[in-house]
Every structure is written in C-alpha cells, then in structure tokens.
C-alpha cells in the first residue's frame, strides 16, 4: 500500500524562527490534508492541498503531486504553533480513506 | 457548524464492561471514519463507512469491536467486553464530497 514519510520527526524552535516540515508519499494519491494535533489532542484542519500552493495566515503548503511531496512553512513561530504535524494521503479509489503519515512533532520555545 | 460531535468526551470503565462510543457527522457528509490514537502505535484507522455502509474494517482489532451507522447522522463504536489494552483516545471524522475529513474532540476511555 502508499507510504507516508514526514521529516523531521522532531523540530525545537525558538519563538520567531521559520521552518518547513515535508512529506512524501509513494504513490499517486487524489488528495493530500495537513492537521494540526495541539498540546489538547484536537485535530484541526490546516489544509486540503491535493496540488498547487494555498495560504492560511503564517501557515502554508505547497503540494507537487508530480512528484509526490508536499511541503507545510511555517513563517514567524509561535507556541502556539507547538503540536504535532501530520500529512495524509487519500488513496485513489479508497473512498475517501486517508494514509496517514507518523507525524513531525514540534516545540516552539519562548 | 457544529462540527463532527462524539460523546462521551472522557470514560472510565473497568475491565469486562461493555463500552459503548457515540459520534454524529458534519450534517450532508457521506463519509465516517473511526479511528484510535495510542502513544505506542500511532493514529490507527478502525472503521470506515461510506452511504451509511462499512466499506473496510480491517482495522478493528477484534471481533470484541463493532461499529454501526444506522442512519446519516449517527454512528456508534461498541467493545464488548473492554481490556485495558483498549485505552486509547477514539477519534470520529467525517467527510463530504470534497473528501475533506473533519476530526470531532475525542473521547479519551481509561479501562482499568
């Protein structure tokens, strides 16, 4: 089946600094999300993003399907930006099922 | 919206019990999908169904797990009888025509 790869798998960052998080996936896939697990354990939406870029305030992505990565920048960091970062794929034909990737897991120091 | 809703959000049972999990999709949502986050393994998907129908349960762990969807706006995910290795947060997503999931809150159940 599709593999999902995050990296890195952990990230420290200081208040401030900017950084981009990556996944690849082994196949071609219909569609790529991006979620946010915070510090409470909710996931939330940060995009659907099967290809091209989008842009959500200091958060973005950019999807390249050709070949198969996507990557999520976050610009100024704040703590509240701490978390874990997870990607996934929906494989074709899976009826919406979603691949997901083991996570980037991120601390934004004060 | 209200989002994807799931009840309850925290239970504590002991080991034996029947547990019993509640989640309603996002009204107009197709798609609901069960899932289950351990430190140890991960976000691992249990269920999913699509039209109120289970597509593919090969993630459930055993036959003590079983969901239903009996109409468009409710699913439940039943272990009968609960053992600790099933503490675990219990997600709920659901997801329409744009294939977008939606996650609900969690319910985090403890089985001592």
């Known amino acids: 089946g599709i593999q999902v790869e995050q990296s890195p798998p952990d990230l420290i960052l200081q208040e401030g600094a900017n950084s981009t998080l990556r996944c690849n996936f082994s196949d071609s896939v219909n569609n790529l999300q991006w979620f946010h697990q915070n510090p409470w354990g909710q996931l939330i939406n940060l995009f659907y993003?099967?290809?091209g870029t989008k842009q959500n305030g200091r958060l973005s992505a950019t999807t390249v399907a050709t070949e198969r990565y996507s990557l999520l920048y976050i610009s100024s960091s704040q703590t509240t930006d701490s978390g874990v970062y997870f990607c996934?794929?929906?494989?074709?034909?899976?009826?919406?099922?979603?691949?997901f990737g083991a996570g980037t897991r991120l601390a934004v120091h004060p | 919206d209200a989002g994807v809703i799931q009840s309850p959000r925290h239970e504590v049972t002991e080991m034996g019990q029947e547990v019993t999990l509640r989640c309603k999709p996002i009204s107009g949502h197709n798609s609901l999908f069960w899932y289950r986050q351990t430190m140890m393994r991960g976000l691992e998907l249990l269920i999913y169904?699509?039209?109120?129908?289970?597509?593919?349960d090969s993630g459930m762990p055993e036959d003590r797990f079983s969901a239903k969807m009996p109409n468009a706006s409710f699913s439940t995910l039943k272990i009968q009888p609960s053992e600790p290795r099933d503490s675990a947060v219990y997600f709920c997503?659901?997801?329409?025509?744009?294939?977008?999931?939606?996650f609900g809150p969690g319910t985090r159940l403890t089985v001592t």
């Open positions: 996934a794929a929906e494989v074709s034909g899976g009826y919406n099922k979603l691949i």
């Open positions: 169904f699509n039209n109120n129908v289970p597509i593919d």
């Open positions: 993003i099967p290809s």
């Open positions: 997503a659901s997801s329409g025509q744009r294939n977008e999931q939606y």
